[in-house]
């Protein structure tokens, strides 16, 4: 009788899906060789006290290269596989870890991806994103560099559930999140790199980093889904000397699923941070908020159109 009672007051068997999520925020050197010892070094750091899923920045091996347009910076490319990817593989496997990369991926001559790549516990690839939005703007000139992805918005299975992960500039986009969450994503994770430019002013820098949280944060409320974001910190120079570089912001973040902040990192300081997520929290806000439910999708058709004059 007693067991019967317990089914019915909790008939879906809803049991805890706690997740321990490591957050990796660095500045980065020259030296890509240093980088990835450095990194690997808080992998297993972060691992050693309990993290299973670690996110990594964008394009953590080396400095961010798109300041400027330069075809020789194509040589920091690598293939996927490659002794990059094995290398990070094995990180994976020997803390057992799930791993969040970003890397330069080299696809043939002259078609490059901004890639992140996942890596199972036991080492394997889960899966990898090609990042779908390429950004064009002083200090940021990526589409020199990257081709836009073409494997679309497909969340990666992985032993710690199914991860929608995106990149950057991906970030600006409700469409992405919600094609994610639409294919069945448990958590929104955004490696990044952004900063300031020297020339901004104190408030339009304030209000540049606050409308960056606040755009992810609306994320996570119109899809009941938490968000990871990991962002570079420190300043990085421009080769060119045309500018005084990017000043990253850090300010990596943990959001749950109704945009709470869970955890929030400095905006000078690097920081390596676990955080702990309620995975099954989704289930009851979006029982709470039904968003899904509601959509009027026999009225968006619109959306694909570039703009409705």
Not at 4 to 17: E, I, S, V
Request: a negative charge; charged letters at 25%; hydrophobic letters at 40%.
């Amino acid at each position: 009788m007693h067991d019967n009672a317990d089914a019915m007051a909790n008939p879906f068997n809803m049991t805890d899906k706690k997740l321990k999520i490591g957050l990796i925020q660095l500045s980065k050197t020259a030296d890509i060789k240093h980088n990835r010892e450095v990194l690997a070094a808080h992998i297993r750091d972060v691992a050693s006290r309990g993290a299973e899923l670690i996110v990594n920045q964008e394009l953590h091996d080396s400095l961010y290269f798109c300041q400027t347009e330069n075809v020789d910076m194509f040589d920091l490319a690598i293939r996927i596989p490659s002794e990059t990817t094995d290398f990070y593989a094995s990180i994976a496997k020997e803390t057992n870890t799930v791993i969040v990369t970003s890397l330069f991926e080299r696809r043939a001559p002259g078609l490059y991806h901004n890639t992140a790549v996942v890596f199972e516990k036991d080492g394997t690839i889960a899966g990898m994103y090609r990042k779908m939005h390429i950004p064009d703007d002083p200090a940021y000139y990526e589409k020199f560099y990257f081709t836009p992805g073409d494997l679309g918005f497909e969340p990666i299975d992985t032993s710690l559930g199914r991860l929608g992960v995106l990149v950057c500039w991906d970030q600006w986009y409700p469409e992405a999140a919600r094609l994610m969450a639409m294919k069945g994503a448990e958590i929104l994770i955004y490696p990044t790199a952004i900063g300031w430019e020297s020339s901004d002013t104190k408030e339009e820098q304030a209000r540049q980093r606050q409308a960056w949280m606040i755009v992810q944060r609306a994320h996570a409320v119109a899809n009941g889904l938490p968000v990871v974001t990991v962002n570079r910190v420190g300043h990085e120079v421009d080769p060119s000397g045309m500018t005084n570089g990017i000043l990253f912001w850090g300010s990596s973040f943990v959001a749950g699923p109704q945009g709470e902040l869970l955890y929030e990192a400095p905006e000078s300081k690097e920081a390596c941070a676990i955080v702990e997520i309620d995975m099954k929290r989704s289930e009851q806000v979006r029982r709470w908020w039904p968003f899904l439910r509601d959509r009027r999708i026999d009225c968006y058709q619109d959306l694909s159109r570039r703009f409705i004059d």
